[in-house]
């Protein structure tokens, strides 16, 4: 009798210990997933180095990419979200098209409704002409930007789906790069 006394007590630490594991494992998971995932969405891989400059932006609207260079040399390249109706050029205010060309980053607004916000020189003279012919207005404020103020914990899953009224959205992180990279008068071009 004894001996089956001292197996019970035994089962019963094993089966403690084994409940005692599966908690600490459903724990680490609880708190582990849920961060992995913030830092999956908010990492900026392959950060650019300080005094980093470049002097082009391409941004290809049919692979949802936007990528940098400096004298020819491709240094990075983002995934991009753009306005809901991507396909084919923007042609009149409110069509949800980001626009197809080459133009200039003209101005930069620290204080948008977006973290941080480049804005591009659209629209060009043939751009109002081409939308004033068809009796509309070609749009304006067409920006580089980051997420919504306040929404920046969507961090990277923004790109799930194009949002934008037409213009390119990187996350919080990646446009603070680009930002501090970007001069002003550095030529942009958007490809189909």
Do not use: C, Q
């Given at each position: 009798m004894p001996v089956l006394q001292a197996l019970g007590v035994v089962c019963l630490a094993n089966s403690e210990r084994e409940m005692r594991l599966?908690?600490?494992?459903?724990?680490?998971?609880?708190?582990?997933?849920?961060?992995?995932?913030y830092f999956y969405s908010h990492h900026n891989w392959n950060p650019l180095p300080p005094n980093t400059t470049i002097d082009r932006i391409v941004v290809e609207k049919s692979a949802r990419k936007l990528s940098i260079f400096r004298a020819g040399e491709k240094l990075k390249t983002y995934r991009v979200a753009l306005g809901r109706n991507p396909t084919g050029a923007k042609q009149q205010e409110g069509d949800q098209k980001t626009p197809e060309?080459?133009?200039?980053?003209?101005?930069?607004?620290?204080?948008?409704?977006?973290h941080l916000a480049l804005h591009i020189s659209y629209p060009s003279a043939e751009d109002s002409a081409r939308a004033a012919a068809r009796g509309f207005s070609a749009g304006c404020d067409i920006m580089v930007h980051g997420l919504p103020n306040g929404r920046g914990w969507l961090g990277?899953?923004?790109?799930?789906?194009?949002?934008t009224a037409g213009c390119v959205a990187v996350s919080d992180e990646e446009i603070e790069e680009l930002w501090r990279v970007t001069p002003d008068e550095s030529t942009i071009e958007i490809l189909p």
């Open positions: 599966k908690f600490i494992l459903l724990v680490g998971v609880i708190l582990g997933v849920p961060g992995a995932i060309g080459v133009y200039k980053i003209d101005n930069r607004n620290p204080h948008s409704n977006f990277a899953f923004h790109r799930r789906k194009d949002w």
